[in-house]
């Protein structure tokens, strides 16, 4: 699966280009509030541009559910690209996506030229892998580049379907840079291989942890779902969030970490409070408690002080770091110390850190952290299935070096 034709290895010149590119972009009203997305794609659009490709671009936006809804129109986005590029991307505005204006814009395009198709997600066929809509959109392009790794883990026609019908199919710079980090980090990291999963539910990461605990030398813990191991030592964890019916599951990874001579660090102590804050940044009182001493009418929230050194300590010596889900309720500033703490230490580490998209993601921007990590992953579900080992469909599409 890591081993796919890029960009790089095509020669695009005086052909048709179709590019799935990430544009699932925040809009308030009609404005892109975040265009990490777009800047993110510009490598890839600048080297087919320059290439003399025919260049031709599509994406999701939200949840149309297969209908066109204006709120969701990409036009923004063809307008916002315009002034990114410094060229002309031209907007074909079709309900069906592939319709007569797109048809006719790229029936008139010259080398180098770029024009930007509706909403995917306009069709209804688009999250089925219908086949109906995967011809119209290889009927638009010789060959095929897919850089939308947010969408790697579903397939769909605008990754997937349309793979199938054209000769040429690549992944763009951003997508082969996910496979290098991700994949990399997973199947051949430099050890020692330090893994951090947080996050609220160990439902979300049952997988994760179970390969993830084969492949590193040490994994920690931390977020909503350390609690549930905790309770599984036998501890009591209060009114903390718990997931019962996954306690027996805690108990078998503990077990298996044990059998493999792998570090499983568990929060040594919490910050608790009474009651969640509402709304979530509201002000808080808390205190710190060692792990095994929770009052029964009390949550935990975060990690507590000695937690986070010990966390930071195990990062210090690593050469791969693989982070995905905060430490604690991080959206609260009182709440945001232990991420704060395991962000900076990754910040200060000369390994190989890699960012597992989603709520890890937003946390380090957030706090400031994003320019000293080696990889930001721009995919949440898919970051979390490569973590599982999963085969991702989009990647898997694409043609094999």
Partial sequence: MLNKKSVDDINVKGKKVLVRCDF?????????????????????????????????????????????????????????LTELLGQEVKFAADKEVVGANAKAAVQAMKDGEVILLENTRYRAEETKNGEAFSKDLASLCEVFVNDAFGTAHRAHCSNVGVSALVDTAVVGYLMQKEIDFLGNAVNNPERPFVAILGGAKVADKLNVINNLLEKCDTLIIGGGMAYT??????????????????IDYCKEMMEKAEKLGKKLLLPIDTT??????????????????????????????????????????????????????????FENPILAKGTIAVAKSLAETDATTIIGGGDSAAAVNQLGFGDKMSHISTGGGASLEFLEGKELPGVAAANDK
């Fill in 24 to 80: 699932n972009v925040p809009l308030k009203d009609g404005k892109i509030t975040d265009e990490n997305r777009l800047v993110a794609a510009l490598p890839t659009i600048k080297k087919l541009i320059a290439d003399g490709g025919k260049v031709i671009l599509c994406s999701h936006l939200g949840k149309p559910k297969g209908e066109p809804k204006p709120e969701l129109s990409l036009a923004p986005v063809a307008a916002r």
């Fill in 229 to 246: 191991f905790l309770k599984a030592k036998g501890y009591e964890v209060g009114t903390s969030l718990i997931d019962n019916e996954k």
């Fill in 272 to 329: 608790i409070a009474s009651e969640f804050p509402n709304p979530i940044d509201a002000e808080i009182d808390i205190t710190v408690v060692p792990s095994d001493q929770i009052p029964a009418d009390k949550m935990g929230l975060d990690i507590g002080t000695k937690t986070a050194e010990l966390y930071a300590e195990a990062v210090k010596s690593a050469k791969t770091v693989v982070w995905n889900g905060p430490m604690g309720v």
